[in-house]
């Protein structure tokens, strides 16, 4: 393996692969480790590197024109050491260099339902070209190669835990119980899985990278039918040419959109725009407040819906509780798929916190953790119990306990990622970005609400607070925040007219030009999307390695032997472990 440095490389430089991987986030890098070890050239570009450079990140500005052109009214609900992510603008926070979104992601992962791949008559535009069941063995490997459990998500994970939760509000005709886990590195449980790390580790002799290099074209063959080149720049004025016979763009919802509708030397709509779908059907997972419950209604509340720990392979993965809308009830009311997870704002005396603290500054303990934990040997006994007998979540002592709703959204051609005016350091258009909720999503959040209320109050829990707008029945002014999961922009189907890519995720007309990532997603459902980004990724190594393995059986590469530069010290290296 070799690691090119465009900064340090010559002006002009020409290099050849097979397979030119440009983005190196989890799709990326995740087909790049299932291709390492084979005949298959492949090269990882990426705007960044392997440690963080903030400066970057001004490379992911948009001119913002949508639903959160001004701020976001609530944040995306970050806490802690992440708090900061929340007054990043919406659709920029987004992550140069190796490893992508996962530098600063909390690792929460889920399944997507069944009922998101279908074609549902209330939601016009939905329907994948692939069924759950097809995705099933890449969502077990994508799970494995996150450090998760068994993709089990719903009511029957109860009968895999050692201890199921205490009492089951769910009615399949309301709503129903759902699950995430969180994606950790190995052996370190309390830290997110950070694919920087999987770079490093990827050692195949045929696995390339090529640092600080941004993408900013993609040229085809004179005929437009076929991927030729893709022009690269970095941050000091350098240039580079790649030439592959495969290029897979692995940028995310906004940048795929973008790298294709810049494209357009040939294609002057951009590449696979011929029917203007390109950068339509953004979509995310609009974010906000479900419900609230009063102090004294925390404890008996947190006790259901925590943490339920789930041994498999050794270890022991964690499951967080909360809820979602039944099929039942989204095919009768025509609602949209929705879930919300529980969210507490811990207080400074909580026992569990101190000691952490404690932990963290040994020899400097002060006497106002030191009385937390001394007044609550009960609290701090019973939680080594529910955690190492029942493997269940620590009870904690929390000053606010809410649940925070994410809702999918109804394809919208006119949500739409186009071209601005404006131009960033590389002299390439903006993302211009229109994004928008519609009163469908509206609807969706409130019924559930309204639902998740009845449900709580004929299982004899205390009922939840609901907002004001759902109280009042308001449609405008609801408070909403993006998190960060573009998607839809490149969106995947069989109809050439009404989708950019195919099946098999490449570009309707554009041979050798494919997508991975949310940007090909039909439909979002409400999971975080990274396992099923990288369930699709892997799936499309598959096909790639088949791919590559025609092409050579006919000679597609036959003008085109790799040819490796020969360059200074500086610029290629061997990655540092």
């Known amino acids: 393996m070799a690691i090119t440095n465009l900064r340090n490389a010559p002006r002009g430089l020409e290099l050849h692969t097979d397979i030119a991987i440009v983005g190196g986030g989890p799709a990326g890098l995740a087909i790049a480790r299932e291709l390492s070890g084979t005949r298959i050239r492949v090269m990882v570009i990426d705007s960044g590197g392997f440690e963080v450079e903030d400066s970057l990140d001004t490379l992911n500005r948009v001119e913002n024109v949508g639903a959160t052109n001004s701020s976001n009214k609530i944040g995306r609900g970050y806490s802690g050491p992440l708090t900061w992510l929340n007054d990043v603008p919406p659709f920029e926070l987004r992550h140069r260099g190796l490893g992508g979104s996962t530098r600063t992601w909390i690792g929460k992962c889920a399944a997507f339902d069944e009922i998101d791949f279908e074609k549902r008559s209330w939601v016009p535009g939905s ?9 099933k063995p890449h969502l077990d490997r994508a799970a494995e190669l996150l450090n998760l459990g068994p993709n089990v998500y719903d009511r029957s994970l109860y009968n895999l835990l050692r201890s199921a939760p205490r009492l089951d509000i769910s009615d399949d005709d309301m709503v129903r119980p759902f699950f995430w886990q969180f994606s950790h590195e190995p052996g370190s449980r309390g830290e997110p899985m950070r694919f920087r790390r999987i770079a ?25 039918t076929r991927v030729h080149s893709v022009t690269v720049r970095n941050d000091e004025g350098g240039h580079a040419i790649v030439y592959p016979s495969v290029v897979v763009l692995c940028s995310g919802g906004i940048e795929n959109a973008r790298l294709l509708l810049i494209s357009n030397a040939i294609a002057k709509k951009g590449l696979g725009n011929d029917h203007g779908v390109v950068g339509r059907y953004l979509a995310d997972h609009p974010r906000t407040v479900l419900a609230r419950f009063p102090a004294h209604a925390i404890q008996r509340v947190s006790e259901i819906f925590t943490f339920y720990g789930l041994a498999d392979r050794h270890s022991t993965n964690f499951y967080l509780h909360g809820l979602t ?3 039942a009830v989204q095919r009768r009311e025509g609602l949209l798929n929705c879930a919300a997870y529980p969210v507490q704002t811990l207080s400074h005396d909580d026992p569990w916190l101190a000691l952490r603290r404690l932990a963290s500054t040994p020899g400097r303990a002060s006497l106002a953790d030191l009385s937390s934990i001394l007044r609550s040997p009960v609290t701090l006994a019973n939680g080594l119990i529910e955690r190492f007998v029942h493997r269940r979540g620590l009870p904690r002592k929390a000053s606010e306990l809410r649940f925070d709703v994410m809702v999918e959204q109804r394809p919208n051609p006119q949500s739409r990622v186009m071209l601005s005016r404006t131009k960033d350091a590389h002299q390439v258009p903006l993302p211009k970005v229109n994004w928008r909720i519609s009163d469908h999503e509206v609807h969706s959040i409130r019924r559930f609400a309204e639902l998740t209320a009845i449900a709580f109050s004929r299982a004899g829990l205390p009922e939840p607070l609901l907002p004001d707008w759902v109280i009042q029945q308001a449609t405008k002014e609801v408070p909403f925040a993006d998190m960060a999961h573009p998607s839809g922009t490149t969106r995947m189907g069989s109809d050439v007219k009404s989708s950019v890519v195919d099946a098999n995720c490449m570009v ?12 090909v997603f039909p439909t979002a459902g409400h999971a975080n999307p990274t396992l099923m980004i990288i369930a699709l990724a892997l799936r499309l190594a598959d096909h790639l390695r088949g791919h590559q393995a025609s092409a050579a059986d006919h000679g597609v590469r036959a003008d085109k032997e790799p040819i490796k530069p020969v360059l200074s010290g500086s610029a290629i290296a061997s990655p540092a472990h």
Request: glycine letters at 12%.
């Open 508 to 519: 309707h007309g554009v041979e050798g030009l494919f997508i991975a990532g949310s940007s």
């Open 325 to 327: 809308l039944s099929p």
């Open 200 to 224: 490093r580790r990827i050692d195949g002799p045929n696995i390339d990278f090529l640092t600080h290099a941004t993408a900013t074209r993609i040229d085809t063959v004179p005929n437009g």
């Open 127 to 135: 329907g994948w070209p692939v069924s759950l069941a097809e995705l």
